[in-house]
């Protein structure tokens, strides 16, 4: 059945070379309508001033149109802004060596680092977080340390890991096979571990798997990883499994339509079928992009195909644009994928701002902003959040829970 909705063309295989929920901020986009409506009560210059920030890539939302905005998924982002210091400060501390502990200076130049704002204090940024961080004296050094609660968190954190990583090998896997030539640096695939859900120690463990992946040095001296051998049963997408489930719902998810002047009058269904004859077949991600001509409907649905399979890979089915865009040369994307996937409005929500954006799968979320099926690390994020937000133990909850 799933190939009437997908093309014939499939790739052949290559030649290989416990605690509270956390609260969910309110949304940026809201507090910026805001400060808009403040503008007529403003002096000239200061509305002048207050204008020119909210005409800001930094400030001005990626989508224009406040009626087609999604409250729940913008909170979403503004969640993350608010956990930065907690998600980035818990990867960078864990990675040193036991005690898990840094001087207060040293740790006050490391703002990139460890997610706080330039200028402003780490002291500061880690006392929002009393369960989870402590400031410790160590031979008259302040050190900024975990607490208990922390190293036992992150102890479980392990155990998840560990028992999801042939998941994670499979999700690795199929994304290799998505690239032009199965390929990756593996300093990419490091760099956005978080999104994927990979461990911190991944890049060092890929060795353990030698039916799976090679690791090689390229000419430029980087290490890439590649994929040791094809495996048909796992080049069929998301969509195509879910084609299975319920076709209607596939059917009205992508839509490349066709222009045509007000000469040719369409009623509604005459429009949906003519849609529906340019949108279907839709093309495999897991075909060879490269033969498809350039700025054809071929090419696009093929591309809009890939960035929506790797947001099924993704540990909660979104990633903000810079991550998609960091596997750009190996995926075939393009830099007028903004057009493409803003046309996708069923499939896609692009939330954020203009200079720093992200893509939501519409499907995996429902009205309430809620991940509908979440992964266990996933779980164990929001709980680590709601003790990130709690100010003193509940006496019902024990370390060892």
Not at 159 to 177: T, Y
Not at 243 to 258: L, P
Request: overall charge positive; charged content about 30%.
């Amino acid at each position: 059945m799933a190939r009437r909705l997908f093309s014939a063309a499939r790739a052949l295989v290559p030649p290989v070379p416990a605690p509270a929920p956390a609260p969910v901020p309110a949304s940026s986009s809201a507090a910026a309508e805001a400060a808009a409506s403040l503008l007529p009560l403003l002096p000239c210059k200061r509305r002048k001033k207050l204008l020119k920030k909210l005409n800001s890539p930094r400030i001005a939302p990626i989508e224009p149109e406040a009626d087609r905005r999604v409250p729940a998924l913008d909170a979403v982002l503004d969640r993350d802004a608010a956990f930065r210091f907690l998600s980035r400060a818990r990867s960078f501390m864990a990675s040193l060596p036991p005690p898990h502990r840094i001087p207060l200076a040293e740790a006050g130049k490391l703002y990139r680092e460890l997610g706080f704002p330039r200028g402003r204090s780490v002291s500061r940024a880690a006392a929002r977080h009393p369960l989870l961080f402590t400031r410790t004296t160590v031979g008259s050094v302040p050190h900024l340390a975990f607490t208990p609660l922390m190293c036992s968190l992150l102890e479980e954190e392990r155990r998840v890991h560990e028992e999801l990583l042939p998941a994670r090998v499979l999700a690795v896997r199929k994304l290799l096979m998505l690239t032009a030539h199965r390929r990756l640096p593996l300093a990419k695939l490091h760099h956005c571990r978080a999104v994927l859900g990979l461990p911190d120690d991944f890049r060092d463990r890929v060795r353990d798997f030698p039916d799976d992946f090679r690791v090689a040095v390229d000419p430029d001296g980087l290490h890439v990883l590649e994929l040791a051998r094809w495996d048909p049963a796992l080049a069929v997408s998301a969509l195509e499994h879910d084609f299975m489930v319920d076709e209607r719902r596939v059917r009205r998810t992508f839509r490349f339509s066709v222009p045509h002047r007000r000469s040719m009058p369409l009623d509604g269904e005459e429009a949906e079928r003519l849609d529906a004859a340019t949108t279907f077949p839709l093309v495999s991600p897991y075909t060879n992009g490269a033969l498809l001509r350039p700025w054809t409907p071929e090419a696009e649905k093929y591309r809009v195909g890939v960035v929506h399979e790797f947001l099924s890979l993704t540990l909660e089915k979104r990633a903000l644009i810079h991550h998609v865009f960091e596997f750009k040369e190996e995926l075939g994307l393009t830099r007028h994928m903004y057009q493409s996937l803003r046309k996708q409005t069923r499939a896609f929500y692009l939330a954020g701002t203009e200079m720093n954006w992200a893509v939501f799968l519409r499907d995996a979320y429902d009205d309430d902003g809620v991940l509908r099926d979440k992964d266990p690390l996933v779980l164990f994020n929001e709980k680590l959040q709601g003790y990130a937000c709690m100010t003193e133990m509940d006496p019902r909850h024990s370390i060892a829970e």
